[in-house]
């Protein structure tokens, strides 16, 4: 339940703030009852909201490095969502066995970003053996934005565009050939989005009658963010999300 309200309250923010955003292939999107691997290149704070919101009303997991978690409201409200902390400089075996159990049992799928970092180009091999050991597709996706909080004040264009659901189940083992070509099949993925992306990507000059809309529309989200925070930390010393996973 928290989820969902955070996810539209996140989506209603960036609407006020932006308002330009716009989805594609939404039809390549598994359905509802399938659980899968949403993958994206990291590029900006706010992609993996607009990836949430247009694959609704399904719910993730995802992982998170553990610096994330040391501020307790922020790291609260991410546990809630579905995040798990990840070291990143010893993961672990959890890192694997918890999202698999995850992707097996429950009805939530899982958001990675197999580069890591916002902005690297390499895609790791997480996410091709958790696929495997979990039975599931790969759906990529990619987003094509502003980078900065002022491009989104500016109601710079947002593009999510979706590619079709990558099979990994002919290759037989995941070992250093396999993890390649899976990487490979995910980064031809991401650059075939891009490309697609790139002929709806246009610029144009904001238009000034949407301040008189804008203006209310981001007082209202900032006062509900603030009573959401305001809750949120109270509820922190009340609710352990760990402990209801």
Known sequence: MFYTYLRR????LLWAFNGNAHYHNLDRIPSVEENYILVAPHRTWWDPVYMAFATRPKQFIFMAKKELFTNRLFGWWIRMCGAFPIDRENPGASAIKYPVSMLKKSNRSLIMFPSGSRHSQDVKGGVAVIAKMAKVRILPATYVGPM???GLLNRER?????????DISDIKKMDDAGVEE??????????QLDNETATWHVTKKPNPLWWPIRIPSIILAVILTL????????ASFVWNPEKHR
Do not use: C, E, Y
Request: hydrophobic share 60%; glycine share 2%; charged share 10%.
């Open 227 to 234: 009573l959401t925070a305001i809750f949120s930390w109270f």
């Open 9 to 12: 309250l996140v989506v209603f």
């Open 158 to 166: 947002v593009d999510m565009n979706f590619g079709h659901p990558i």
């Open 182 to 191: 899976v990487a490979r099949r995910i980064q031809n993925a991401f650059h």
């Open 148 to 150: 900065n909080l002022k």
